[in-house]
């Protein structure tokens, strides 16, 4: 199993107010419904008042690398994806998970 995890920072004037935040969020919340490779599926924005602290966070869990491969070229993906570039940069870890 595989957990794909992104973190996203807003860019300087972008904030939950924005229009295009709100479409970026809404967006992340379909991800798991309309791509079938995801196991898991969990969206969320941050409470953390950090400094250091992201915006907003993605977690999905997938069956192995092939299903990765395919959930990252899935055309809804590749469209949620694209409205985060938008106005936010990110960073993602995916991890291998074994056992319970």
């Known amino acids: ?52 602290a992201y915006d907003f966070v993605a977690i999905g869990l997938l069956q192995n690398e092939e299903a990765l491969m395919d959930y990252l070229n899935h055309p809804f993906h590749r469209k949620s994806s694209e409205l985060w570039k938008k106005i936010s940069s990110w960073v993602i870890a995916d991890l291998t998970e074994t056992g319970p």
Request: net charge positive; glycine share 8%; aromatic share 8%.
């Open 1 to 52: 199993m595989i957990r794909h995890i992104v973190l996203f920072k807003f860019n300087p004037g972008i904030g939950w107010d924005h229009p295009e935040a709100i479409a970026a969020e809404r967006s992340s919340q379909q991800v798991g419904d309309r791509v079938p490779q995801l196991l898991q599926w969990r969206t969320g924005r941050n409470i953390s008042e950090r400094s250091i």
